[in-house]
Every structure is written in structure tokens, then in C-alpha cells.
């Protein structure tokens, strides 16, 4: 069992910068795979990036890429989630999930999930 949760969400502007975090309980966290997903008002839940067990890897959503960062602490069962060039469109609850492939997009192949944090940006 993991229990996911996430920090650092809030209010910013077009452009701005935030950084989430995803603290994991359990001695297991460095074996699996960690990812951040969204959701936006009246959208499905969608994947923005995703990370290997070991950090070595990373699958970033087309619409992230260059701006977001993923990055792992596995010494200190954490994850971050760099965000840069916020936009307005980013708006959304940014959840945690931990499961057994990084490369899996879809949500039903993700096993533990995190409260959500909201993360609002204004134009």
C-alpha cells in the first residue's frame, strides 16, 4: 500500500512558476513508477508526465513539454513537478500517481492516487 500526497499547488499568473511536490508513504516508493496527472474543469484526466522508478526516464505530455520537469528523491519518497510558462489552460487538480510503467498513459494502469492539488492560473 501507498498513500500519495501532493503540496505546492496555489494561485498564479500567466507565466509564473510553481512546483509541486508528492510525498509517498511505504518502503517500496523506489520501485515504482511516478507520475502527475491533471484534471480540468469538464475534461478527462490526462497523463502530464510520467517517471521511472529509477528517474532515468520520463514521458512528458506534448502540451508540458519544455516548460514542465519532473524530478524524484527517491531517498526521501518525493516527487516534484517543476512548472514553468504557466498558462491559463493549465488550470487544473494535478494528482500523484505511483504504479508499474512509466510509459502508461491511461489512468486505469496507474494503482495509487493522491488527493489532488489545485493549481489556478490567471491571464
Known amino acids: 500500500q501507498v498513500q500519495l500526497v501532493e503540496s505546492g499547488g496555489g494561485l498564479v499568473q500567466a507565466g509564473g512558476s510553481l512546483r509541486l511536490s508528492c510525498a509517498a508513504s511505504?518502503?517500496?516508493?523506489?520501485?515504482?513508477?511516478m507520475g502527475w496527472f491533471r484534471r480540468a474543469p469538464g475534461k478527462e484526466r490526462e497523463l502530464v508526465v510520467a517517471?521511472?522508478?529509477?528517474?532515468?526516464?520520463?514521458n512528458y505530455a506534448d502540451f508540458v513539454k519544455g516548460r514542465f520537469t519532473i524530478s524524484r528523491e527517491n531517498a526521501k519518497n518525493t516527487v516534484f513537478l517543476q512548472m514553468n510558462s504557466l498558462k491559463p489552460e493549465d488550470t487544473a487538480v494535478y494528482y500523484c500517481?505511483?504504479?508499474?510503467?512509466?510509459?502508461?498513459?491511461?489512468?486505469?494502469?496507474?494503482?495509487?492516487w493522491g488527493q489532488g492539488t489545485q493549481v489556478t492560473v490567471s491571464s
Open positions: 511505504g518502503r517500496t516508493f523506489s520501485t515504482y513508477a
Open positions: 517517471i521511472s522508478p529509477s528517474g532515468d526516464n520520463a
Open positions: 500517481a505511483a504504479g508499474t510503467s512509466w510509459y502508461y498513459s491511461a489512468p486505469s494502469f496507474w494503482t495509487y
